[in-house]
Structures are given as structure tokens and as C-alpha cells.
């Protein structure tokens, strides 16, 4: 069974940055895609940005492209979203997440995705 536990989460003035982390345990992490998606209340969760097993490849969503990056220590079992000039409308419970499929891919889609982390919170104040 697969566990994910996600860090670094908090709270930030907008303009500030935060670097989330999320390490992965009793499973073959190098060979599964990851994701971070985030869900602030009352909206759906929506993935901000994935990368591929090996790293070569990343989706971000638009509204965090040129602030947000993710990667992946395959040695270390961990994926980072480094976050920076954050925003109010950041502000949300962040999760990371292992994709179903051995070998893939990034993916945005939530239903592509096995195993998720608890969720860490992200507050960004004005």
C-alpha cells in the first residue's frame, strides 16, 4: 500500500513563496507519474501541475505556469512544488497524489490518479 504524506504547507504574504514536498512510501515511486492538486472551499480540486516518472516531463495549469514548479528526487521517493509570488487565490488545501499507471505520463485528470496524501494547507494573505 502506497502512503503519501505531504510538508511545507503554511501560511505566506502575498509575493511570498513556499515549497511544498510530499514522500512516498511502500511502493515503486520512480515508475508513476505524480501530481499536485489543490481544492480551496467551495470549488472542485484542480491539478496545478504533474510531472512523468522521470521527470522529463510537466503539465502546469495556467494560472500557476511561470510561478510554480514541480520535481521529483526519485533517490529521495519525493516530489516538490516549489511555489513562489503567491497569491490570495492560492490559498487553498494542497495534495499530492500517484498516478494508476506504471511508466505514465503526467495527467491532470484526478481519476487517472491511485493514491492520494492527507492534503497540506496553503494560506496566502493579501
Known amino acids: 500500500q502506497v502512503q503519501l504524506v505531504e510538508s511545507g504547507g503554511g501560511l505566506v504574504q502575498a509575493g511570498g513563496s513556499l515549497r511544498l514536498a510530499c514522500e512516498a512510501s511502500g511502493g515503486t515511486f520512480s515508475r508513476y507519474a505524480m501530481g499536485w492538486f489543490r481544492q480551496a472551499p467551495g470549488k472542485e480540486r484542480e491539478c496545478v501541475a504533474s510531472?512523468?516518472?522521470?521527470?522529463?516531463?510537466?503539465y502546469y495549469a495556467d494560472s500557476v505556469k511561470g510561478r510554480f514548479t514541480i520535481s521529483r528526487d526519485n533517490a529521495k521517493n519525493t516530489v516538490y512544488l516549489q511555489m513562489n509570488s503567491l497569491k490570495p487565490e492560492d490559498t487553498a488545501v494542497y495534495y499530492c497524489a500517484q498516478s494508476r499507471q506504471y511508466g505514465s505520463s503526467w495527467s491532470r485528470i484526478p481519476n487517472t490518479y491511485t493514491y492520494w496524501g492527507q492534503g497540506t494547507q496553503v494560506t496566502v494573505s493579501a
Open positions: 510531472i512523468n516518472y522521470n521527470g522529463g516531463s510537466t
